[in-house]
């Protein structure tokens, strides 16, 4: 009974989720995402999108990752993407996971810190895909929004571009494609300059 417990206590902790308020507003809503609706919407995107992926990928490993890779924001919280890379933040998100992890059992607690690391360093296949479908979502939310958040942070088309080019084209060139249309239109009807 102590392992369901501990299972319990994971479960329970991982609610904190949440309560992690993102940057962009979900479409047609005016209030901010959350990490974990942010979490469900990449996994069902990558599974929906697998066929895309530049390289073949084992969608049941990229699903864990998108599952489990914001719940370093549990204490870390959530950051701009095109100012988050730090390496004091990401300790912080790794010690977090490493905390959460202890209350499952060794086995999973080691494939799902692996994942984590592997979606983190974004070298394989799997990561490549996961990384590149991470980053939807937020520019979806945005084309839809007007710009709202890019404006609120001073987002430029160039930062845009530049750090969304490389991670969707490196797990999905057409996906990236897609995307890229999306975003000059964005550019033409004002919402990203």
């Given at each position: 009974m102590q392992a369901i417990g501990?299972?319990?206590t994971f479960i329970t902790e991982i609610e904190k989720l949440?309560?992690?308020q993102r940057k962009s507003r979900p479409i047609g809503l005016k209030r901010y995402e959350n990490s974990a609706e942010h979490s469900w919407h990449v996994a069902l995107s990558a599974l929906v999108l697998k066929d895309y992926a530049n390289e073949p990928v084992n969608i049941e490993r990229v699903i864990?990752?998108?599952l489990i890779h914001d719940l370093g924001e549990i204490e870390a919280g959530d950051t701009i993407i095109y100012s988050s890379e730090t390496a004091e933040l990401k300790s912080k998100e790794k010690t977090c996971i490493a905390k959460l992890f202890t209350n499952?059992?060794?086995d999973l607690k080691d494939e799902l810190l692996v994942l984590w690391e592997e979606f983190e360093t974004g070298k394989s296949a799997d990561a490549k895909f996961a990384k590149a479908i991470?980053?939807?979502p937020p520019l979806l939310h945005n084309i839809h929004d007007e710009g709202h958040?890019?404006?609120?942070h001073g987002i430029t088309k160039e930062q845009v571009f530049a750090l969304n080019s490389a991670r969707i084209g490196a797990g999905s060139e057409k996906l990236w494609s897609a995307v890229e249309q999306k975003l000059n239109k964005a550019v033409e009807d004002g919402f990203l300059s």
């Open positions: 501990n299972i319990l949440k309560d992690i864990k990752m998108m499952i059992q060794p991470d980053r939807l958040g890019w404006k609120k």
